[in-house]
């Protein structure tokens, strides 16, 4: 499934934007417009919210009786204090305390039972992991412990999930980066499995609409993102600019940052561009020319200072509103 589908957080993007400026205000306020907007869900453009609806369905299809166990679950990334913050979810009740989370990412999860043993199964597409990911309650096997998810030359990633000793609702997922000539870092999130994620799209996907970085990302089997675009969206629009990488010849990637303004008419790319366009579409499975008019698309947006303006500031508010966590 990973490759039949990509992480994608620049359609939706451009899709908010069209909305936006589809209203009748000749000026709208982009907070009210967010808070109203009407998500629209598909196969085909995929973020971690509908990447775990998608891998659930396809499992339905080969493995009905299994499937009707797997449910959607909440994820709160960069949690600073473990147990504070599972305390002031219990303390407050999850539904009263959901005021001030932010719950980016969501996944799949599975409880299951080994010989007597309680453990969790969680099923991860949105952050490319190619494995299904086994958490017992004693880490004894199988409990999956630490993998690496990512190797690269400048950056290995490694994960671990373990519940957390706090609460058994909860599962403590570590990232561990090592950084060529730098100290480890290590970043901890909080996944609650207690209950079903019913208000993902509402909540996880809303966020994501004004989170200030975008990508559209195609991973292989084994999680690799392989090709794509990013770009962090930034206060001034003669700063924006968008970096395009794709496998190459000889087992390289080509890496190329651009001004967004060098796409803004799809008929005036300059040449040198194009044939990057070229190479990066296919691995993308898009027509060179469908992704032209993406990339159009994503400059008209970023180059709406009015739009992107009060986009960061929403961006900043639920930052700071959940700051504490």
Not at 211 to 237: M, T, W
Not at 256 to 263: A, E, T, V
Request: aromatic letters at 8%; one cysteine or more.
């Amino acid at each position: 499934m990973l490759e039949e589908t990509h992480y994608d957080t620049a359609n939706n993007f451009v899709d908010f934007h069209k909305a936006y400026r589809g209203t009748h205000s000749a000026s709208p306020d982009l907070k009210t417009h967010f808070q109203n907007y009407m998500i629209p869900i598909n196969r085909r453009h995929h973020m971690c919210v509908s990447l775990g609806m998608e891998i659930v369905s396809r499992l339905a299809e080969q493995h009905p009786k299994i499937a009707k166990h797997l449910y959607l679950v909440s994820c709160e990334e960069a949690v600073e204090d473990a147990e504070a913050y599972i305390q002031h979810c219990e303390v407050e009740d999850i539904e009263k305390a959901g005021k001030s989370l932010e719950k980016e990412h969501a996944l799949v999860a599975m409880k299951i039972v080994v010989g007597g043993r309680e453990g969790v199964l969680i099923l991860d597409p949105g952050y490319h992991v190619a494995r299904a990911v086994t958490v017992m309650k004693d880490q004894c096997y199988p409990h999956t412990g630490w993998f690496t998810q990512s190797d690269e030359p400048h950056c290995k990633r490694e994960y671990s999930y373990v519940l957390s000793p706090h609460s058994a609702d909860f599962i403590t997922w570590t990232e561990r980066v090592t950084r060529v000539g730098k100290q480890q870092q290590y970043e901890m999130s909080m996944i609650f499995i207690e209950r079903p994620y019913r208000t993902a799209i509402d909540v996880t996907v809303r966020r994501n609409l004004v989170y200030n970085f975008r990508s559209l990302l195609s991973r292989d089997a084994k999680g690799r993102v392989c090709a794509g675009l990013y770009f962090p969206v930034v206060p001034n629009p003669a700063d924006a600019q968008v970096t395009l990488f794709y496998d190459a010849a000889n087992d390289t990637q080509v890496k190329q940052k651009f001004k967004f303004s060098l796409f803004k008419d799809p008929q005036k790319i300059p040449e040198n561009i194009v044939a990057h366009l070229e190479n990066l579409a296919p691995q993308l499975r898009m027509k060179s020319n469908v992704l032209a008019a993406l990339m159009a698309d994503l400059a008209d947006c970023v180059h709406d200072g009015d739009f992107v303006k009060q986009l960061l500031d929403i961006n900043d508010s639920i930052t700071k509103m959940s700051a504490d966590n």
